[in-house]
């Protein structure tokens, strides 16, 4: 007997409880009047009847058989219903029941005589659901013998599942795979495992990455951020999202400049640095903001984007570092930061007028540093 799981439950058992009622129900009608229910069991070779698809699945031949059936069906119930909520759980259980039993009475419908009844087919496909949805999940079982010693312990889904299976497989071979009640067992095993896989695949079932693909995959024990990175449809989600908000953002940016905003643009851009840490603004108009606020005579404004500049392109280092140089030394007489700007440029690698420049900006802040030789440079530019 099974009392309970681990397994993350979110739905009260509302169909499974009335479905073990309504067998129950049944059992007890059929007790007092046989005749009255008998020809709603599952007949075979005499035709389809659909109302026996759905009737069969709430009638049992015994006591035993419906105690066994009853507490297999809470046990799997519990992890399925417990995950979708009572009306898709009540849709997929009679699915389940009235596919098998369609297709049974189908298949027999050359025999001369024969039946069958039970949830037998129901509760199989709700383990093959529980197995797809579950399968690292514990299942807290209660074995009693001798009368009265009681055994309690643990077994994974995936593991009372395919004792359940194999046990069917092996009996169903030694009788030579003939229409049985382990073979109805089996086409309501092979139905769950469609229903359990779409309803996965669908996402309309949550299964926090504990679904048999996912531990099959090793999601099970990644962090968020690690299930995220390795998911391709939200990186693609993703991308275009960045694509779309990038594009945006240069457009904004764009338009900014092109009213002589160059400090509201360049705060644009770094908002979207914040936003998106793979945010990149486009080279020419890392430039154009420089260039605009040059103009506008934003000197100490132009300091942060030229230093990006430097660290980011290569194409204008040396104009951009000897601009950024010159207004070190003059806007801001900060000579300490101005010779550690110079101090990376190769005098071979500049032409006659920016080598003027670079000894006047060289000259200009050591003479600044004579006066001020207690100032320092902040930053490696």
Same mark, same amino acid.
């Given at each position: 007997?099974?009392?309970?799981?681990?397994?993350?439950?979110?739905?009260?058992?509302?169909?499974?409880?009335?479905?073990?009622?309504?067998?129950?129900?049944?059992?007890?009608?059929?007790?007092?009047?046989?005749?009255?229910?008998?020809?709603?069991?599952?007949?075979?070779?005499?035709?389809?009847?659909?109302?026996?698809?759905?009737?069969?699945?709430? %009638?049992?031949?015994?006591?035993?058989?419906?105690?066994?059936? %009853?507490?297999?069906?809470?046990?799997?119930?519990?992890?399925?219903?417990?995950?979708?909520?009572?009306?898709?759980?009540?849709?997929?259980?009679?699915?389940?029941?009235?596919?098998?039993?369609?297709?049974?009475?189908?298949?027999?419908?050359?025999?001369?005589?024969?039946?069958?009844?039970?949830?037998?087919?129901?509760?199989?496909?709700?383990?093959?659901?529980?197995?797809?949805?579950?399968?690292?999940?514990? %299942?807290?079982?209660?074995?009693?013998?001798?009368?009265?010693?009681?055994?309690?312990?643990?077994?994974?889904?995936?593991?009372?599942?395919?004792?359940?299976?194999?046990?069917?497989?092996?009996?169903?071979?030694?009788?030579?795979?003939?229409?049985?009640?382990?073979?109805?067992h089996l086409m309501g095993a092979a139905l769950g495992v469609g229903v359990g896989i779409g309803l996965l695949k669908t996402k309309l079932v949550d299964c926090e990455n504990w679904d048999a693909f996912s531990v099959w995959a090793g999601r099970h024990q990644m962090t968020r951020e690690e299930i995220l990175e390795s998911d391709t449809e939200y990186q693609q989600k993703r991308a275009e999202k960045i694509e779309s908000e990038s594009a945006g953002a240069v457009a904004q940016i764009t338009q900014l400049l092109h009213d002589g905003e160059a400090l509201f643009a360049y705060r644009a851009h770094e908002q979207m640095s914040r936003r998106l840490p793979d945010w990149v603004l486009p080279e020419e108009l890392l430039l154009k903001i420089i260039h605009t606020l040059h103009k506008n005579n934003q000197w100490a404004d132009s300091i942060k984007p030229m230093a990006e500049y430097l660290q980011k392109f290569t194409s204008r280092q040396i104009p951009v570092r000897l601009k950024l140089a010159q207004v070190l030394v003059v806007k801001e007489e900060n000579a300490a930061q101005a010779l550690r700007v110079l101090a990376k440029l190769a005098a071979d690698q500049l032409d006659a007028k920016q080598k003027d420049l670079y000894r006047k900006l060289q000259a200009g802040a050591k003479e600044l540093q004579r006066r001020n030789p207690y100032d320092v440079a902040e930053h490696d530019w």
């Open positions: 007997m099974i009392t309970g799981t681990d397994a993350p439950i979110y739905h009260y058992p509302v169909t499974t409880i009335a479905f073990i009622v309504a067998c129950c129900v049944v059992f007890a009608a059929a007790l007092a009047n046989p005749e009255s229910i008998a020809p709603y069991a599952l007949e075979y070779g005499n035709g389809l009847h659909p109302v026996q698809w759905v009737s069969s699945n709430f %009638m049992h031949a015994g006591f035993g058989h419906l105690l066994g059936n %009853m507490l297999a069906l809470w046990s799997f119930g519990l992890v399925v219903e417990g995950k979708v909520g009572w009306w898709r759980m009540a849709l997929v259980a009679l699915g389940i029941g009235v596919v098998q039993c369609a297709v049974e009475q189908t298949m027999m419908l050359g025999a001369e005589e024969g039946g069958s009844l039970g949830a037998s087919s129901i509760i199989f496909g709700l383990m093959a659901i529980a197995l797809i949805w579950a399968p690292s999940n514990n %299942m807290d079982c209660v074995y009693i013998y001798y009368g009265f010693r009681v055994c309690e312990f643990q077994m994974t889904v995936a593991s009372l599942v395919g004792l359940f299976v194999v046990l069917e497989l092996v009996v169903s071979f030694f009788s030579g795979f003939a229409m049985s009640s382990q073979i109805l």
